[in-house]
């Protein structure tokens, strides 16, 4: 069945510095999702990807979808103690999603 | 709107004790989802509703039960819990399946003891 794969499991940067997640999947993805988890709290819709190539940005946050649609990126500019928690990447299997283990991203001031 | 809404927040059980946890959303979705989440192993589906009264195994669907009487509600039952069930559950919702975005609950944490 499909895989979803994240890498790094954990990140720790300073306050300023940039900060990149890298999600891979065994299988072609229709489309992919990303979520986000604060400590103590509950993933949180971020944004959705579906055509290959496609670039979103949402302030410092970007989001890239590859070429083949097996892979994709988070990439967060100049990283705020607020980017704090676990980023999850999904890709649809059936008709659930299929998560990834998550980046843990620890940000000190 | 409350959106997705978990009880309880927090239950601890002694091993072979059974329980219910119960998710409730008022957005009038049609997917329903549970999850269990482990240090280091992400999410991991547990059972999942395409509609009222379906029911689905997701990855990890031993040793529990769902059901969806009511479209709105979404049981998870533990029959005879283990410590291995020691868990966070979230549950989630979407309009559609699959390509729809999910709206989680803010999680029960099990302790099995």
């Known amino acids: 069945g499909q895989q979803v794969m994240q890498i790094p499991q954990y990140q720790h940067v300073q306050e300023g510095e940039d900060f990149t997640t890298y999600c891979n999947s065994s299988t072609t993805l229709s489309n992919i999702q990303w979520y986000k988890q604060r400590p103590g709290g509950h993933p949180v819709f971020l944004i959705q990807?579906?055509?290959?190539?496609e670039v979103k940005k949402q302030k410092r946050l970007t989001f890239q979808f590859g070429e083949a649609k097996k892979n994709s990126s988070l990439h967060i500019t100049a990283t705020q103690t607020t980017d704090v928690g676990t980023y999850f990447c999904?890709?649809?299997?059936?008709?659930?999603?299929?998560f990834g283990k998550g980046t843990s991203l620890l940000v000190t001031p | 709107n409350a959106g997705v809404t978990q009880t309880p927040k927090f239950r601890v059980l002694k091993t072979g004790q059974s329980m219910t946890l119960l998710c409730a959303q008022d957005?009038?979705?049609?997917?329903m989802y549970w999850y269990r989440q482990d240090p280091g192993m992400g999410l991991r589906l547990i059972h999942y509703?395409?509609?009222?009264?379906?029911?689905a195994k997701g990855e990890v669907p031993d040793g529990y039960n769902v059901s969806r009487l009511k479209k709105q509600n979404f049981l998870l039952g533990l029959e005879s819990a283990a410590p291995s069930q020691t868990s966070v559950y979230f549950c989630?919702?979407?309009f559609g399946g699959g390509k729809e975005t999910q709206y989680f609950g803010p999680g029960t944490r099990l302790l099995v003891l």
């Open positions: 990807l579906v055509k290959s190539g």
């Open positions: 509703s395409v509609g009222e009264g379906t029911t």
């Open positions: 957005m009038n979705h049609e997917y």
């Open positions: 999904a890709g649809v299997s059936g008709y659930a999603l299929n």
């Open positions: 989630a919702s979407s």
